[in-house]
């Protein structure tokens, strides 16, 4: 299969004429869940002759607790390093020779696998994966290099990072009941004293076929992988999931205030707001606020902190999928001798204005076609069509809502964008994390 | 995340599309989807694609001066003026043109690479004229308002000292100023502390009018559109810039460190310490440049690579060890890096130098061969699956004079390199002795032990404005 698919063409010919915004039906998935419980999406596009192929599993940092934080990101790095089949080092080896390459991730919900390949190598993939998936080895001079590997990339994305530093703090500050207080790195000290035993009730808990969501887009037919899903997947058994993470953070009644001293160049400001988790009915008037506010230089805040009053170099705000109750960050990065706190002053103001006054309709429109072509980009890659679908599959409950973001976007009025900025973006709703620079005399007005 | 290393990758954008357009390989059955180009009369190169799949155009611009054409004590100036290309024309201010591109979700970037600006922007198919009109009017007709050049200039030398916040972000720009010295390649692409305030919205003007000229310019168009069509509207838009004729100076030939230096950047709170080691590399059309891709991939260019293996998965010494060559107009650098904690800091360079020793002394073996053609052809494809992609990769192979075959003949290429090719790539540019070291760390705990590497040691302070060291440090 070359590249000769592209040049067909003729589907996207007819779409583009239509006028309208693509979705399932140029975009179409195929569904399976398999008998024991993994469900199995499925998107053929021939474009280019390669697969990505995704596994969620529905468990991250929220499913740990004190003591062993930490615990589903060393997991991710230990899913590579042996199985029965294909043994320490074996899994990238074997990969890579056949021109295939992995990653994953974890969040505070999910952790993620993922792999890119030639379709040539397909069956190979689901050879690793069922093998990983149902027999992972422990082998104990892997969990101890890797747990140095781990506390290197703690050292490297925390400890040496300013930005690391302080979001850390802010979920700890801005969380004190719920699980997402803890950072998904882990804090140093349990990196440090994981167990075996705990690493093996981990695997127990989170690897369950049917806590599992996979997702294969490119250059393969649903036929074809449901035929493998059959033969590598569906033998493996199912055992009982994680239990349900019942803990809900109480209302925050008051702003909260944390500060950071550490050598830097420059300040750092951090502010999180509560918001509800991705599949409330917020999350759309929620994003259309933030574009408003935050994206592209005519947004109001980038007009107002750095090109109008010139206290910041940058400013930006970031909602991740959540199955509970998250936050609204809000980054700023100030200039060079302006206290951090003229730079929050700047930003209530403006959440305030959107709240009692109204927006443009210009705003509005802007926001909505912001929001399309964001879409379009998620979807002209395999590797992003793969992600975003398992996305909205895991966090929104059902994979077709992808296909109704443009309508759902278009459906948020002026009204819904000014109450969620009264209702969310409130004092008594924040926690403000500031990072001083020690040398601190350079920095202070 | 399993794999941590994008950051340093980032900031080599530029750098790291001339190198993916001009060593990756595909397989036999892949090829670049056909493009036109038409040269117009006002000399402007147009290059045109049509990609299908999602509803976005793509217009890439090249113009052929960067960084390296920064005049001496204005480093920056290049990167500057790309930046103000969006801040006012002679028909929008700043702020209207932002307010222009946003209300198509538009994106526009413009930045310099070393040898090159590039000037990008994407859109919706539908908002084509819109998006024409805007992208036309900041490259032919940029006015470089003195307020938004003083409003921008005091951005960048901030920025500088946020990325300083972030070693990883800043090791290229010392790497390169210890590399190169006074060589053009030496040039910190966004500037320093220091000569980003000497420079002036002047300076800027007289960059563009110097190097901005159609007969300058690269123009690659890629998306969902009909070509033809298209054709007419973008000779229309761009056959009105006018031609004028531009004085490039070619970037100087490039000598390799001689002997063996080390530059300690003394950062007081690190925990750990980064390092990056190598010389110069090569051009992007060195002829051998397909088996160094190859042998990199071997040695330092993928998850089991053997720096990788050595310094992460048998030691922990670290979560990522890397190596890569900056291909350029002259050779640009080659890099091996990782970092690591402070107490592991020699044990974790004395491997990286043995694994780079057994590479001379070893070789590379017929099955690593086989393994890294596979990888490389397995995932080229990826690398040229959007219109940004394809743009980019076009337009860049027309920058360096390499043709389409860059990509259609790689399979070809791939397989015939031969072990014996291997060894000769190998001997000829991988450095194996008088290796340059740039250590970011804590000075007071490295410092000492750190000194076995080279007899000629300078060191700084990663607060210290710029990127060179002082000159007074000097040798020791």
Request: aromatic share 10%; proline share 6%; with cysteine.
């Amino acid at each position: 299969m070359g590249f000769g698919g592209i040049w067909a063409g003729v589907l996207c010919a007819t779409l583009l004429s239509a006028g309208g915004v693509r979705g399932q039906a140029e975009y179409a998935v195929s569904a399976r869940t398999l008998k024991n419980g993994m469900k199995v999406l499925v998107q053929t596009d021939h474009s280019i002759p390669n697969v990505a192929l995704y596994i969620f599993y529905r468990i991250g940092s929220r499913n740990e607790r004190p003591g062993t934080t930490g615990l589903s990101h060393f997991f991710e790095h230990m899913m590579f390093n042996g199985a029965k089949k294909y043994g320490p080092g074996d899994l990238d080896k074997v990969m890579e020779a056949n021109g295939g390459a992995n990653n994953a991730y974890t969040t505070r919900d999910v952790t993620v696998y993922q792999d890119w390949f030639p379709r040539a190598a397909l069956s190979l993939i689901y050879d690793i994966e069922s093998d990983r998936i149902r027999d992972l080895n422990f082998d104990p001079q892997k969990v101890k290099s890797e747990r140095e590997v781990v506390a290197s990339e703690r050292r490297l994305s925390v400890d040496n990072e300013n930005g690391g530093v302080l979001d850390e703090q802010l979920w700890a500050t801005s969380y004190i009941a719920h699980p997402y207080q803890w950072p998904v790195i882990g804090w140093m000290s349990d990196i440090e004293h994981w167990t075996m035993e705990d690493l093996k009730h981990h695997f127990e808990m989170g690897y369950s076929p049917n806590n599992a969501t996979m997702v294969v887009v490119g250059d393969a037919t649903a036929d074809e992988i449901f035929r493998l899903c059959e033969t590598y997947i569906e033998p493996i058994p199912t055992h009982p999931p994680p239990p349900a993470v019942t803990t809900v953070e109480p209302p925050q009644t008051g702003e909260r205030r944390l500060i950071v001293h550490k050598r830097a160049e420059l300040p750092l400001l951090m502010v999180g707001y509560h918001v509800p988790q991705s599949n409330s009915s917020d999350f759309y008037a929620l994003n259309i606020l933030r574009t408003i506010l935050f994206q592209g230089e005519s947004s109001r805040m980038y007009q107002r902190l750095v090109d109008k009053d010139q206290i910041a170099l940058e400013v930006t705000s970031g909602l991740e999928p959540s199955f509970d109750p998250t936050m609204v960050e809000v980054v700023a990065q100030p200039k060079q001798g302006v206290d951090p706190q003229a730079c929050e002053k700047a930003i209530y103001e403006e959440f305030e204005r959107v709240g009692s006054a109204a927006i443009s309709d210009t705003e509005l429109e802007k926001a909505k076609n912001i929001r399309l072509v964001e879409f379009y980009r998620q979807m002209r890659t395999i590797n992003g069509r793969a992600n975003t679908i398992g996305t909205y599959e895991v966090f929104f409950g059902d994979y077709n809502k992808l296909f109704e973001t443009a309508k759902n976007y278009s459906a948020v009025t002026k009204e819904d964008v000014r109450r969620v900025a009264k209702v969310y973006f409130d004092a008594n709703n924040r926690t403000v994390a500031t990072l001083l620079p020690e040398n601190a005399e350079k920095a202070k007005p | 995340m399993r794999r941590g290393l994008r950051r340093i990758r980032r900031l080599l954008t530029v750098a790291a599309m001339v190198v993916l357009a001009c060593t990756v390989s595909l397989a036999q059955t892949l090829h670049l989807p056909p493009h036109e180009r038409v040269v117009l009369k006002n000399g402007l190169t147009l290059l045109l694609l049509e990609k299908r799949g999602v509803p976005l155009v793509n217009i890439s611009a090249i113009v052929k001066a960067g960084a390296a054409a920064d005049p001496a004590g204005e480093e920056g100036l290049a990167a500057t003026t790309a930046g103000l290309l969006r801040k006012g024309t002679k028909k929008r201010s700043a702020q209207q043109f932002a307010a222009d591109l946003d209300y198509i979700g538009g994106e526009f970037e413009a930045e310099a690479g070393p040898d090159f600006t590039t000037i990008n922007m994407e859109f919706q198919t539908k908002d084509f004229a819109r998006g024409l009109d805007l992208y036309a009017d900041v490259l032919i007709h940029p006015a470089f308002p003195q307020q938004e050049a003083e409003k921008f200039l005091a951005q960048e030398i901030d920025g500088v000292k946020a990325a300083k916040d972030d070693p990883q972000s800043v090791m290229m720009s010392y790497y390169s100023g210890y590399l190169y010295g006074m060589h053009p390649y030496g040039h910190p692409p966004a500037g320093d502390e220091i000569s980003l305030k000497q420079i002036r919205r002047e300076d800027a003007a007289k960059f563009y009018a110097t190097n901005y000229a159609p007969g300058n310019t690269i123009l690659a168009v890629a998306g969902e559109f009909n070509a033809a069509e298209m054709k007419a509207k973008l000779s229309e838009a761009f056959g009105a810039w006018e031609s004028r004729a531009v004085n490039s100076a070619a970037i100087p030939g490039v000598v390799p460190s001689k002997e063996k230096r080390l530059l300690l950047v003394d950062k007081p709170d690190a925990s750990q310490t980064y390092f990056a080691i190598g010389n110069t590399g090569i051009a992007a059309n060195d002829p051998d440049r397909v088996a160094i891709r190859v042998v990199n991939t071997i040695f330092g260019g993928r998850f089991t690579s053997e720096l990788n293996e050595a310094l992460r998965v048998e030691s922990g010494y670290t979560y990522g060890a890397q190596s890569f060559f900056d291909q350029r107009k002259v050779p640009g650098p080659f890099v091996i890096f990782s970092f690591t904690k402070n107490e592991t800091t020699t044990p974790a360079i004395d491997l990286t130098l043995q694994v780079l020793a057994k590479l001379h002394k070893e070789g590379v073996t017929q099955d690593q061969l086989k393994s890294a053609k596979s990888y490389i052809k397995g995932q080229f494809p990826p690398n040229i699956e959007t219109s940004r992609q394809l743009a980019r990769t076009i337009a860049t192979h027309e920058f360096y004079g390499l043709g389409d075959d860059e990509v259609n003949e790689l399979e070809a290429r791939l397989d015939a390199v031969t072990p014996e090719m291997a060894r000769q790539v190998i001997q000829k540019h991988f450095p194996a002795e008088n290796l340059l070291f740039v250590l970011i760390g804590k000075a007071s705990a490295i410092g000492p032990a750190v000194q076995k590497y080279a007899a000629n040691q300078d060191t700084r302070l990663l607060s210290d404005p710029g990127f060179w060291p002082a000159p007074a440090t000097g040798k020791k």
